[in-house]
């Protein structure tokens, strides 16, 4: 399961920068500071998914706040491309799903205990 969760975390991280960095590139129909909030999050978000991989203590918290930033930004830019509320309900729903399999992933299956998280 922590496979799956740092993985998806890292394809949601690669995903918003590659649709930044796209946008950018086909003429920003966002705010210059959204674009690079997007960039800056997605790679924290990629980053944290190693540390997640890994059970750093604090990895699947710091992945929390990588995605909540996301989702901050997402809620921007609804309200700019006129996306709607189904876009960001999903992604919140991807955001709980890579946190709950994270944390679960995390357990300490011996002993039933969070490994430094």
Do not use: C, K
């Not at 920068?17 to 129909?29: E, H, I, K, S, T």
């Not at 059970?55 to 921007?76: C, E, N, S, T």
């Not at 609804?78 to 996306?83: D, E, F």
């Not at 992604?91 to 998280?117: E, F, H, K, T, Y």
């Amino acid at each position: 399961m922590l496979t799956a969760a740092a993985l998806g975390m890292f394809t949601y991280g690669v995903y918003s920068v590659v649709w930044a960095v796209a946008d950018l590139a086909r003429g920003a129909r966002l705010e210059l500071w959204a674009e690079l909030g997007l960039i800056a999050f997605g790679a924290l978000l990629m980053l944290a998914a190693a540390f997640v991989r890994v059970r750093l203590p604090g990895g699947v918290m710091f992945a929390i706040g990588a995605m909540l930033g996301l989702q901050a930004l997402a809620v921007h830019d609804a309200s700019h491309l006129g996306t709607g509320v189904t876009p960001l309900v999903a992604r919140a729903v991807v955001a709980i799903a890579l946190a709950g399999l994270a944390s679960v992933g995390s357990m300490d299956r011996g002993r039933g205990q969070m490994q430094g998280n």
